[in-house]
């Protein structure tokens, strides 16, 4: 499987992007999609994650209710529309993909496949 991640860029705080992962390859139909991000001098992080089929999505407390993650199957492709953008959502956004289950869907080691990332930069 592979992913391209783009939709990045430069946005002042309070706007919106939309991220998109592409997939090629695959997915299997029991993969589950996810987005990470990683901010300089920080860990990788969850934000959030889908399965690839049915309706299930799962967010991190800290982007809930501003991000929304969805795909379109038809297209192999995944988004993460983020609303209400913050100074701490700066960060490199990577996509993922692999057979997480709920208890490890935060997880970046359950997932298999990883794009390579795209920056988002929020100015204050």
């Known amino acids: 499987v592979q992913l391209q991640a783009s939709g990045g860029g430069l946005v002042q705080a309070g706007g919106s992007l939309r991220l998109s992962c592409a997939a090629s390859g695959g997915p299997s139909s029991r993969y589950t999609v996810g987005w990470f991000r990683q901010a300089p001098g920080k860990e990788r992080e969850f934000v959030a994650a889908?399965?690839?089929?049915?309706?299930?999505?799962y967010y991190a407390n800290s982007v809930k209710g501003r991000f929304t993650i969805s795909r379109d199957n038809a297209k192999n492709t995944v988004y993460l529309q983020m609303n209400g953008l913050k100074p701490g959502d700066a960060a490199v956004y990577y996509c993922a993909a692999g057979l997480a289950i709920v208890s490890t869907i935060t997880t970046h080691g359950a997932y298999n496949y990883w794009g390579q990332g795209t920056l988002v930069t929020v100015s204050s």
């Open positions: 889908i399965r690839w089929t049915g309706s299930s999505t």
